[in-house]
């Protein structure tokens, strides 16, 4: 079987590789950030509708959905939905490369491999509707085109209108510049950071520094809340969960001698354990009252949750190390680090199983190191062929599956640390 599907992607990349690199290149001149993609969108859908698919575009108007197969020819028609999913937009910055595909958007780049992404998941969609159209998918496949990834509100807009309705897993690919080309990185477990914002604001009457007793010392509180949060996370988070939280700015007061009637101090909280994301604002919001009614001041924490780690499902990590493995070589998937980026893929994985690996995007031996969001950020663009590799054979290693098991295992719940075996 798996034979056949690399002898059918050989074919299928040798005739339309070109195309897909064509239209990497061609969004790549025509970046567009968060919200904005709509001529990305509108491309990616002509050629699904070229290809007898019916996209459904998202209600505000940028990122779409598509169904391929139905399953039917399946004997078990209901059997759940997998879900592929690529991100459409750029970041706003200017690109520096000088290559004939460099953004002709004013202060927009694909300095994060959006459009390689997409680029991809379009090759594989169409890819799998031939496979659909001789009767040789054997369930299924959603393709999610995600807006807005970057500003960490996409994912939830799909979520919002319904794209995870019956999928039973989800998987996805982000670029990896320090890896080779032809190489895919995997975990089990946490892949991405959680990255929250929180700002707390104090408040008192306010008075002279020779009086402190007679009225609230602001900025001694401020001071003690300032030190006494992330000391606290030592000793009431596990420590594995690598809870942190580091001030960027304090303000308080305007006069030597005065005691200020309010200051503030803002930061940001990472987090590499999903739990433990989850019960960080009811811990800070404790830890600010007893800090705060200590020095009879009050103080207002405001907590802005961003994004939460992206947990890998041990299960959905499994087969894209073993659909990579047969369609790469198994000295080509390895093993990758958690960072502490953020991905709002992580959303997602709070609704279904699935995985996110890195796709190889380094030209061996070269002398340039790429890093992501950067301006001068680029591919070497075999990756996009091997990213089709990956996502047609994962899917299909994901569709076999379920069609093996009579109960797909997709609803059971997912850990919230995930893998707490790793280190
Ligand atoms: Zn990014
Ligand atoms: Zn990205």
Redesign the pocket.
Known sequence: MEGNVQRSLDAFLALRGPELIAVRRDLHAHAEPSYAEYRTTSLVAERLTAAGLRPKVLPRGTGLLVDVGSGETSDHPERAVVALRA?LDALPMADEKDVPYRSTAPGACHA???DV?TAVLLGTGLFLAEQAAAGLLPGPVRLIFQPA??IGTGAQDVIAAGGMASVGRIFAL??DPRLDVGKLGIRSGAITAACDHIKVRVEGPGGHTARPHLTADVVYALGKIVTELPAALSRRVDPRSSLSLVWGRINAGSALNAIPDAGIAEGTVRCLDDEAWHAAPDLFGELVRSVASAYGVTAELTYLRNVPPTVNEATSARMFATAAEGMLGADMVVHTQQSLGG?DFAWYLDCVPGALARLGTRTPGAAVEYD?HQPSFDIDERAIGVGVRVMAATALTALWDSAASPEPPAREPLAGAADSSAP
């Open positions: 991100d994060c491999g959006h992404h990834e970057e982000h670029c991905e992501l």
